[in-house]
């Protein structure tokens, strides 16, 4: 008989620490179903071992570094010099770091052209307040060139109409079973809207820029309804759900349907705009982008090439990152007693280098970035935004030991590792700070990440479904041993 694994005295897999059962019935709405939890996924771990679950996971799953060698492997995609293997061409967007001269990597200045246009243009006067940009680029991004003013009217106002959840979704999808991150959300969302689409796996550049509009649209909304789900499921606060104003930028509905009071200024609202812009679209090689890319290939449906770019972006190496910063951000600034010595600060980045400190992996969270070398220019302007939002302020001082962090980590890690990179700080080195200057509550960091990105891959989604009619299937090297031969189970020791 097959033993069984029982429930063991460690916490349950699928339900956190610290439910609360009582927290059901606060959370959810009048007249809904009592939320349930599946059964949660438990192991005993004596069992476990007994039968060797544990034991042999990394023994089999690893295989050794000099086989990728020895088969000239690119792991990661990533050519030897950190160039990324090149497997596609795009119309959409050019992330420019570097040059290449005589086979040789040269740093350069980082541009982001979007369908030709300087993101430095694309933005205008960051000081115009009236002037909201995101809706300009996404219609860019997705119909290849800037609107007109009537266009740009027209295609607000079908955003505008899209806004509206189907009747009962909020109840059912988003408020039963909330999990702890809001990434999770948005992709079972995704997926869940798709049963809500009278002809789903329609693929006609029709259905598909209705549905890439309805969902730019739509994940603001939901965005800020799970995160109060959330707080109101696991902090037992008040769920608020303010109806969304018609005739609002995606930025001002984010920041009236956020704050409680839902009052916000319009250098506010510039703000997140702007933010909004910074994430939009970054070229057809990043993770999600890629895995959109990838799920489109296979022709299959956008909700489910959507959701599957949510979970890549979630990832820690990815749009997840920038939660990372923040943690790594805060152990600095209760580490280092004086903010202003560098020595205290290098000496904090040392530890974090020789992975003695934060979460000891040896990484600087917020610099280096796979493309850009000296300058990310959507770091150029965070920053700019973060030093106005700083300056004068009680958080000045805290501005500051970011740029120390951005100064002298290039030098710390020469230092202890003996070689030189070119390095420059990434957009999430000031994104958290701007996030939080505004109010913004770091649950919904990634998330307003994964909302912007809409845009983008949508418009890499329509160039693999017009360009390329061919499923991605790179090819793995087998280093396994040739042969092994079969011996019956009872023969087996």
């Given at each position: 008989m097959t033993k069984s694994l029982r429930a063991s005295s460690s916490p349950e897999v699928g339900?956190?620490?610290?439910?609360?059962?009582?927290?059901?019935?606060?959370?959810?709405?009048?007249?809904?179903?009592?939320?349930?939890?599946?059964?949660?996924?438990?192991?005993?771990r004596e069992?476990?071992?007994?039968?060797?679950?544990?034991?042999?996971?990394?023994?089999?799953?690893?295989?050794?570094?000099?086989?990728?060698?020895?088969?000239?492997v690119k792991r990661g995609l990533r050519n030897a010099d950190g160039t990324g293997v090149v497997v596609g061409i795009t119309n959409i967007s050019d992330v420019h770091g570097y040059r290449i001269e005589d086979g040789r990597k040269i740093a350069d200045d980082g541009t982001l052209r979007l369908r030709g246009y300087d993101l430095y243009d694309l933005l205008g006067d960051p000081a115009a307040t009236g002037?909201?940009?995101?809706?300009?680029?996404?219609?860019?991004?997705?119909?290849?060139?800037?609107?007109?003013?009537?266009?740009?009217?027209r295609f607000v106002s079908v955003i505008?109409?899209?806004?509206?959840?189907?009747?009962?979704?909020?109840?059912?999808?988003?408020?039963?079973?909330?999990?702890?991150?809001i990434m999770n959300v948005l992709s079972r969302s995704i997926l869940n809207l798709y049963a809500y689409d009278s002809a789903p796996e329609d693929r006609s550049p029709q259905h598909e820029i209705v549905t890439a509009l309805s969902l730019i649209s739509r994940l603001p909304r939901i965005m800020v309804l799970s995160y109060y789900s959330m707080?109101?499921?696991?902090?037992?606060?008040?769920?608020?759900?303010?109806?969304?104003?018609?005739?609002?930028?995606?930025?001002?509905?984010?920041?009236?349907?956020?704050?409680?009071?839902?009052?916000?200024?319009?250098?506010?609202?510039?703000?997140?705009?702007?933010?909004?812009?910074?994430?939009?679209?970054?070229?057809?090689?990043?993770?999600?982008?890629?895995?959109a890319r990838v799920l489109t290939s296979a022709d299959t449906d956008p909700y489910s090439t959507y959701a599957a770019a949510v979970g890549s972006l979630k990832g820690h190496r990815h749009g997840g990152a920038n939660r990372q910063v923040v943690a790594m951000q805060k152990e600095i600034k209760e580490t280092v007693a004086h903010w202003d010595n560098d020595d205290e600060v290098a000496d904090?980045?040392?530890?974090?280098?020789?992975?003695?400190?934060?979460?000891?992996?040896?990484l600087v969270y917020g610099m280096g970035h796979a493309v850009y070398t000296l300058s990310d220019p959507r770091a150029v302007i965070c920053k700019q935004f973060a030093r106005q939002l700083a300056e004068g302020t009680e958080?000045?001082?805290?501005?500051?030991?970011?740029?120390?962090?951005?100064?002298?980590?290039?030098?710390?890690?020469?230092?202890?590792?003996?070689?030189?990179?070119?390095?420059?700080?990434?957009?999430?080195?000031?994104?958290?700070?701007?996030?939080?200057?505004?109010?913004?509550p770091e649950e919904l960091f990634t998330p307003l990440f994964a909302c912007s990105r809409m845009a983008g891959w949508a418009a890499h989604r329509f160039e693999e479904v017009g360009s390329t009619k061919r499923i991605m299937r790179p090819a793995y090297e087998t280093a396994m041993v040739p042969h092994r031969q079969y011996t019956p189970i009872e023969e087996r020791s």
């Open positions: 339900r956190p620490a610290a439910y609360d059962s009582s927290l059901d019935a606060d959370a959810r709405p009048l007249g809904a179903p009592a939320p349930h939890w599946p059964a949660p996924i438990t192991v005993d069992e476990a071992e007994s039968v060797a679950l544990f034991d042999t996971f990394y023994r089999v799953n690893t295989i050794p570094t000099d086989e990728y060698q020895r088969y000239d002037r909201f940009a995101y809706e300009e680029i996404a219609y860019l991004l997705l119909m290849g060139d800037l609107p007109t003013q009537a266009q740009r009217e505008d109409e899209h806004r509206e959840l189907p009747d009962g979704f909020t109840a059912s999808m988003i408020m039963q079973d909330t999990p702890p991150d707080r109101a499921r696991y902090n037992h606060e008040s769920m608020i759900m303010h109806r969304f104003i018609p005739g609002q930028s995606t930025a001002e509905t984010i920041l009236s349907m956020l704050r409680p009071d839902r009052a916000f200024t319009p250098e506010e609202a510039r703000m997140l705009d702007i933010m909004l812009c910074l994430h939009a679209e970054h070229g057809g090689g990043n993770n999600s982008t890629f895995t904090c980045l040392r530890r974090i280098v020789r992975k003695e400190a934060y979460d000891r992996t040896g958080r000045e001082a805290e501005f500051n030991l970011l740029e120390s962090i951005e100064r002298l980590a290039p030098q710390v890690i020469e230092q202890e590792k003996g070689t030189r990179k070119d390095m420059c700080a990434n957009i999430d080195m000031y994104s958290g700070f701007v996030y939080n200057m505004l109010g913004i």
